[in-house]
């Protein structure tokens, strides 16, 4: 898919651990600052939360994991709304516990603080922000579900998707882990697709308490 004849401005976006990594037409790049984008882009594909239910069960994450049976742990699960602003780990996994009957994965709970910043913007920009799980589009991508991206030949099959299906697949970029940047070239693939209608939606339609679609686009 030629992203040159699109011309609402798109991109996809992952995180990394130099803070953002944004794939885009005109090649990727890292920012710290998730608000940069605003100006910037039309459509911002995000491999991050954007909606909460009030218990965290959303159906695009059970119909997102249901996709990938052998990969299903890559879908995090998603914090309930009324506990996204407790920033201690202990407090918030016992106060799940209580409530929920059931505890907060610590690797979960590592990305609230991004999962925080999204919503905010998500909520001052509603139509801006579309949720994507690069797993699912990859597999979307190969028709099958993907090796780990962790090892070597993870990696190469997603370089080679990505050239067939993105026209490219760049991988080194300062402040940005490879398998990072490849993700956000596939959000970017999926996020193109929303933007031509051509996309499939995870989810039952449901919004969250603040008007936000619990949604998982492919």
């Given at each position: 898919m030629n992203d040159s004849e699109i011309e609402v401005r798109v991109c996809g976006v992952d995180g990394c651990r130099g803070g953002w990594v944004v794939a885009s037409a005109n090649g990727e790049f890292v920012t710290q600052d998730l608000a940069y984008l605003i100006p910037m882009f039309d459509?911002?594909?995000?491999?991050?939360?954007?909606g909460m239910s009030a218990d965290g069960r959303r159906a695009c994450d059970t119909e997102a994991r249901k996709a990938l049976p052998s990969r299903g742990s890559t879908?995090?699960?998603?914090?309930?709304r009324s506990?996204?602003?407790?920033?201690?780990?202990?407090?918030?996994?016992?106060?799940?516990?209580?409530?929920?009957g059931r505890g907060v994965p610590r690797q979960a709970f590592a990305i609230w603080p991004r999962i925080r910043l999204l919503d905010v913007l998500a909520q001052r920009y509603p139509s801006r922000f579309v949720e994507v799980h690069p797993e699912c589009s990859f597999a979307r991508m190969a028709?099958?579900?993907?090796?780990?991206?962790?090892?070597e030949a993870g990696k190469n099959i997603r370089k080679k998707?990505?050239?067939?299906h993105l026209g490219r697949a760049?991988?080194?970029?300062?402040?940005?882990?490879?398998?990072?940047?490849?993700?956000a070239q596939a959000v970017l693939w999926s996020t193109l697709r929303f933007v031509r209608g051509v996309h499939e939606t995870l989810g039952d339609g449901s919004v969250d308490e603040c008007g936000l679609p619990m949604r998982?686009?492919?």
């Open positions: 459509i911002i594909g995000i491999d991050m939360p954007i879908v995090f699960p998603v914090p309930p506990l996204i602003d407790i920033d201690d780990y202990a407090r918030a996994n016992q106060q799940s516990k209580e409530r929920f028709g099958r579900v993907l090796p780990t991206k962790h090892g998707i990505l050239e067939k760049c991988v080194a970029l300062e402040g940005a882990k490879t398998d990072d940047v490849l993700d998982i686009v492919v």
